[in-house]
């Protein structure tokens, strides 16, 4: 049955792929620094506003090496980048590495739970609503999983603290701030809406492409074969058709994982959840350059690394696509 | 049936020998769909609201009516919002702006991505890979930060906003727009245009293109679903160039606190919100479903 690895094929296509993944990488840095920093006008100023003194501005300034050439001060931010040393935040006047290192705790563990939550969720509705094909339960799901991905988080969450928080039942918390210092696992129930809403804006679109990817598999003829066969309609849908079903669903993962990256500021800020997301919506209205750009590369990182391992996985589980190689 | 994710539309090759279908038969045979037809009904009553909204609100947007939060009644119909202003008047002005920074937005994104896109599949050589990689700096962006960090830097104006939205709309639908116009590129015809002299931008355009608009009309009214929600959550997270602007995102921000008591006043907005981005939603499923149905009855002749 097994097909024979060729792990040269296969460790060449990672090295590729890890290659390609840091031009990338080196690219969004030379985008989050052309927007934060080499933009026409004066930063310190958009920092400050119009009323701040000359010396003020001459300080700040000295601060974020403007005084530098262009391209030496992109080389200063990315060796800092590089090093660990984000430089320190305008508003919060620490570390922005010491601010956002609880943070991302924080959000970290919101993800996770969401991601634990929508994954296997999603993969089950996805799965049951192809082998029902046209049936009762994958109409209901499709065309309610149709609705529930074209609504924005905030709506979802706003909704969500409607129905479960305030005006209908009172069941829990509407805030969900993490007291300074102590861990989101101490309080379960500050999770349950936060991650509610982000298993809600991501599980129908992985539900429908696993839907998707299910329904061709199960239309092939190696599926009728296991069928005729007369394995028992459960090994059919294990063995035969899931493993081959998910090649795609990794991708879709992965980009659903980077799609809660971006989503967590919104939802955060919702619930008032001590996250890097909304620290970054702080750092906007803050005008907190250096928190913002250390943010923008976190997230961007985060995207590259995500479709780095979906493809290496893609790769993994599907060996028709080594012949490629 | 083919789900509506324009990603996978575009990995649905075209069948060979078929000439293309053209946009408008496409979008008629789609409204044989009863969700096509709900999408158009219920995106039409939104743009309505937002056309015609201003001009027969009961109260200026920001005039005092009644009391901060004062529950339906006399005058105000879903009562006062946080500043005692008209609720159901906020609302009617209140998606004009929304909705045509939306649209300019994907508009602009749409055009930029099917000339990248269509250029990148055409060229077939290092141009390809340039400019694919390009995209996947920008798609590194969730759209939001983009927008945000935009906001940050320039501050929230609306052309801001707008050009934000647009440049990260732009790489996803490129790729739409290269992989469809990939299988395309091999066929006979387009030896054939290139044989005859016909110029490139008219390869691109006149043989091209119509065989790529089946997915892109699906991936264009997915953006425009994404565009509407990142707008209005935008307004949400504070950022508008105006406190007190009516705006649906804005108002459901500036009344939630006051849920228990006074829902309308975030709820109307929601409503909007929910019914505009489902209506939108549900026309790209309406398409992607009819144009699925077109490819599969082609693949069985």
Known sequence: MRARFRWGGVSRFIVRRLLLGLIVLFMVSLVVFAATQALPGDP????????????????????????????????????????????TSIAAQVPVTTLLAPKLVNSAVLVAVSAVVSIPLSIAIGSWAALKRDKIFDTLSSNLLLVLAALPEFVVAVV????????????LPAISTIPPGSRPWNFPSYLVLPALTLVIAVAPYVARIVRASMIEVLESDYVEMARLKGLPERTVMLRHALPNALGPVFQVIALNLAYLAGGIVVVEYVFNYGGIGSAMQEAVINHDLPVVQALAMLIAAVYVVLNLLADVATITVTPRLRTRL | MIPAAGADMAAEAVPLDAPPVRATSLLRRSLRLWRTRIGIALVGLLVLIAIVGPFIAPHGSSAFVAAPFSPPGKGAVFGTDHLGQDVLSRLLDGGRSILLMALIATAAGLIAGVVIGLVAAYARNALDDVLMRGMDVIMAFPQIMLALVAAAVVGPHPWVIIVAIALTTVPRIARVARGAALPVVERDFIACSEAMGVPRWRILFGDLLPNTLGPLMVEASLRMT???????????????????????????????????????????????????????GLIGDGIARTAAGIDRSRGAE
């Open chain 1, 160 to 171: 969500l603290v409607l129905l479960l928080a305030t005006t209908v039942f009172q069941v």
């Open chain 1, 44 to 87: 310190a100023r958009a920092i400050l506003g119009r009323s701040a003194t000359p010396a003020a501005l001459a300080a700040l300034r000295r601060h974020l090496h403007l005084n530098q050439a262009v391209f030496s001060q992109y080389w200063t931010w990315l060796t800092g980048l590089l090093r660990g040393k984000l430089g």
């Open chain 2, 226 to 280: 994404y565009s509407i929600g990142v707008i209005a959550a935008l307004a949400f997270l504070g950022l508008s160039t105006n406190p007190n602007d009516p705006n649906w995102g804005l108002m459901i921000q500036d009344n939630r606190t006051a849920l228990a008591f006074q829902p309308w006043g975030a709820v109307m907005p929601i409503i909007a919100i929910a019914l505009l981005t489902m209506g939108t």
